[in-house]
């Protein structure tokens, strides 16, 4: 089967978890309500195959499981996820191996990259329609908006590809671009992502800086453009590390840049340094609508697509939301790498309600004073993704970081907030962060609830409650004999304190 967004569309079809939507609606507030409700109950991908003033279907809400998200990377299960993420740790600080057995392993790692090495498509379908000059109108691609406070229409999963004027290193981001007119958008990145720095290095050439948008991609491509891990790989070989084999590329009709040739559209154009537009607001992650802010501006000259395309889209907003869910398969890959990172490191959770980002769980395996907060502190370094989380709870490595109920008692019971709570004051934060008094400047806390340890305490932890085993087995026996086994929690309350018990 094709490795394309077309692919992924057959298989959510067969597996039932795609629904056609033939009735006529409107891509301005209606798909995302649509979708949002279908997302909130857990429910298929979604395809509008009638959009109001589009001839072309939209795609949505299909990577709103983690079970989606596996299948669109060739797994069946997470903990996959965490293999993959294993992998980049190997290829990320290769160590010399000890024994026979890793350096097969090793040896293995490296034939997926051989293997991952990106090809050329001479004729590639994402070329089939080449439109420019006054036929260019991107009205006709069925953006969406999907909050009334929205400033526009938004393109939001298509990947942003610009190239190193010095160097030529290409780099691949996912960001939003808002429509402003017929041939024109802006783009909205963070100053520290890499087109951003690309914008900046041409400014200083005195050269227009280069980009495309490939929308409707393979979705694998799609979560290696969103993994900012620092292993020193093209995104292309990234995604053909992601997929097991490698992403087939086309060069553009107009720009020196090349795309993913299974594209569904590509939209070619040239930002001039210093050229800028107001852009938002729009409904964010944070679950609050954004600013208005100076973005630059892309003016596109140039934009091809396959026969009969489809647009495939998605939204922002309060968790949970399809980003949401690529966060959590994202923490699953991360995993490994961060072990890898910071030793003492067993597992850590970024809980979906804190936006996937804002808040940390980690656990270690203790075993002198000090670990924790030393812990917090390797994590903030250890990704560019995590310089942006507000939160890091680090407990020990008996609890369950993803039961709230265990995290909160670890919090409760091991944590004096004048020993075991620190601050770091005016970080560089996220822009979008609204707690925050100054834009682009934050703080940080850590919170240690691990047990302590002398000279941390002077206080004499006592023993931790346990089951005694000689009435365990009594009480086994008794749950056998009496047939307890067979009455149900419910009877007394299963929805104790507002949790499911059964």
Known sequence: MARDLRGFIKILEEKGQLRRIKALVDGDLEIAEISNRMLQAGGPGLLFENVKGSPFPVAINLMGTVERICWAMNMQQPQELEDLGS?????????????????????????????????????????????????????????IRPYSGDAGKIITLGLVITKDVETGT???????????SKTTMTVHWLSVRGGARHLR?????????????ALGVDPLIIMAAATPIPVDLSEWLFAGLY??????????????????????????????????????PFGDHMGYYGGVEDSPLVRFHTVTHRKDPIYLTTFSGRPPKEE?????????????????????????FLPMEALSYKAAIISIDKAYPGQA??????????????????????????INIRDPRQVVWAISSKVDPSRDVFILPETPFDTLDFASAKIGLGGRMGI?????????????????????????????????????????????????FGYDMR
């Open 170 to 180: 290409p780099n691949v981001g996912v960001y939003r671009l808002q429509l402003q």
């Open 324 to 348: 949401a869910m690529m966060a959590i398969a994202l923490n699953r890959i991360y995993t490994p790498i961060l072990r890898q990172q910071v030793s003492e490191i067993t597992d850590f």
């Open 373 to 398: 907060r030393r812990a917090a502190l390797a994590f903030w370094s250890a990704l560019p993704q995590f310089t942006y989380t507000k939160f890091v709870i680090v407990v020990d490595k008996d």
């Open 201 to 213: 290095k041409a400014a200083e050439a005195g050269k227009k800086l280069e980009i495309a948008i």
């Open 243 to 280: 997929g097991g084999s490698g992403v087939k590329l086309a060069k553009c009709k107009t720009v020196d840049l090349e795309v993913p040739a299974d594209s569904e559209f590509v939209l070619e154009g040239t930002i001039t340094p210093g050229e800028v537009l107001l852009d938002g």
């Open 87 to 143: 992998k980049l740790a190997m290829l990320q600080q290769p160590k010399p191996p000890k024994k026979l057995s890793q350096a097969i392993d090793f040896g293995k790692v490296l034939f997926d990259v051989i293997k991952a090495k990106p090809g050329r498509d001479f004729f590639p379908p994402c070329q089939q329609v080449v439109i420019e000059g006054e036929d260019l109108d991107l009205n006709k691609i069925p953006m």
């Open 448 to 496: 240690d609830a691990t047990t302590k340890m002398p000279p941390e305490t002077d206080h004499e932890w006592g023993e931790p409650l346990e089951s005694d085993d000689d009435t365990a087995n009594m009480v086994s026996r008794r749950w056998a004999e009496y047939d307890l086994a067979d009455i149900e929690l419910g009877e007394v309350d299963a929805n104790l």
